[in-house]
T-cell receptor
Framework: NAGVTQTPKFQVLKTGQSMTLQCAQD?????MSWYRQDPGMGLRLIHY???????DQGEVPNGYNVSRSTTEDFPLRLLSAAPSQTSVYFC?????????????FGQGTRLTVV | TQLLEQSPQFLSIQEGENLTVYCNSS?????LQWYRQEPGEGPVLLVT?????EVKKLKRLTFQFGDARKDSSLHITAAQPGDTGLYLC??????????FGAGTRLTVKP
């Protein structure tokens, strides 16, 4: 079982560059989300999707775009990278939205913006 | 200000000791979840507590949901080095998003 797969695992960007973090799940989950994890801040929700073609903003959406053209994939785009976006990014999926369903996480992408 | 406040932030104990970590909020939650995260990995679900006052046991781990559904605790009995990790509580203030606390980083020394 692959579960949730994120690529790349590590990335270094220069300020102003753009890139896409990939996330794919093979569990046919409706709900997918992106978090960033910073020391002392826990996981903060960036964007989420409740199904193909539907996305919405989370707690810290500025500087990031998402799209959901298929059930399996939920890429996160950084339009113009800034040092403040240095973080570890996690993609997660759930069978459906809802407060008591289990979230399955990828292994994370460690991004450094210099 | 975090929606979910976890304490302590760091905890270092010897193998065999008992410990309790806390997750507190001023908001009421329909449920709270506890996850454990190991270095280089994503969080993994340990338990979901749903009913106020509920107690759930997972081997040496005991989880409690407060009567008012605003707080939760995790108690580990006879901690082992394999319990080392970051313990995160999570709750959904609405049906659409899940918020996490900053976590308690536990180190259990042999």
């Amino acid at each position: 079982n692959a579960g949730v797969t994120q690529t790349p695992k590590f990335q270094v960007l220069k300020t102003g560059q753009s890139m896409t973090l990939q996330c794919a799940q093979d569990m046919n989950h409706e709900y997918m989300s992106w978090y960033r994890q910073d020391p002392g801040m826990g996981l903060r929700l960036i964007h989420y999707s409740v199904g193909a073609g539907i996305t919405d903003q989370g707690e810290v959406p500025n500087g990031y775009n998402v799209s959901r053209s298929t059930t399996e994939d939920f890429p996160l785009r950084l339009l113009s990278a800034a040092p403040s976006q240095t973080s570890v990014y996690f993609c997660a999926s759930k069978t459906r939205q809802g407060w008591n369903t289990e979230a399955f996480f990828g292994q994370g992408t460690r991004l450094t913006v210099v | 200000t975090q929606l979910l406040e976890q304490s302590p932030q760091f905890l270092s104990i010897q193998e065999g000791e008992n410990l309790t970590v806390y997750c507190n909020s001023s908001s009421v939650f329909s449920s709270l979840q506890w996850y454990r995260q190991e270095p280089g990995e994503g969080p993994v679900l340990l338990v979901t507590v749903v009913t106020g006052g509920e107690v759930k046991k997972l081997k040496r781990l005991t989880f409690q949901f407060g009567d008012a559904r605003k707080d939760s605790s995790l108690h580990i009995t006879a901690a082992q080095p394999g319990d080392t990790g970051l313990y995160l509580c999570a709750g959904a203030p609405s049906n659409n998003d899940m918020r996490f606390g900053a976590g308690t980083r536990l180190t259990v020394k042999p």
